[in-house]
Nanobody, 120 residues
């Protein structure tokens, strides 16, 4: 079955950086577009970024554009999110999800998440 396991979250000061990782298994990772989505405290899931199956195209939400970069290593079935210039508004539970921007919700397949807290 599909397994998505996120790691790399933590407590970071505003302006800091973090790199999130997601280990995928149970499906053809290299043939699947992937996304990062997040859930801020008390809010619903928000799409953050997507990357095509081969990694040739990355798209990010306006709220994180220029600060977050998604990448993948298909040989290792790994998805990454490099985050810099973090803001308190970036605080939330970050999940990797199967599917791109327009399909991840319908796929309904994401991991347990890794917590990111941006605070001084």
């Amino acid at each position: 079955q599909v397994q998505l396991v996120e790691s790399g979250g933590g407590l970071v000061q505003p302006g800091g950086s973090l790199r999130l990782s997601c280990a995928a298994s149970g499906f053809t990772f290299g043939g699947t577009p992937m996304s990062w989505v997040r859930q801020a405290p008390g809010k619903g899931l928000e799409w953050v970024s997507e990357i095509t199956a081969r990694g040739s195209i990355q798209t990010t939400a306006d709220s994180v554009k220029g600060r977050f970069t998604v990448s993948r290593d298909n040989a290792k079935s790994m998805l990454y999110l490099q985050m810099k210039s973090l803001k308190p508004d970036d605080t939330g539970l970050y999940h990797c999800a199967k599917g791109g921007r327009n399909t991840w919700a319908k796929e309904a397949s994401w991991g347990q998440g890794t917590q990111v807290i941006v605070s001084s």
